[in-house]
């Protein structure tokens, strides 16, 4: 499980980007979202996430908000 910070979220589109505890930028989509709503999530809110490579590189899947 990686830990991370909401680095930026694109809210028309549905998705967003952390920014890893190891310095990487990886992606996110809504349907990733566990026990949260995309439209109550907000920028440097730190988050709990596994990985999963994609088409375009990483993506964070299983996504949470860190309590």
């Given amino acids: 499980m990686h830990t991370g910070k909401i680095k930026k979220l694109v809210r028309e589109r549905g998705f967003g980007f952390i920014s890893d505890t190891d310095g990487s930028e990886v992606f996110f989509h809504k349907s990733s979202l566990l026990e949260s709503q995309f439209d109550s999530l907000n920028e440097n809110q730190e988050v709990e996430f596994e ?11 299983n996504v949470r908000v860190k309590v």
């Fill in 51 to 61: 990985t999963r490579k994609g088409p375009k590189g990483p993506s964070a899947v």
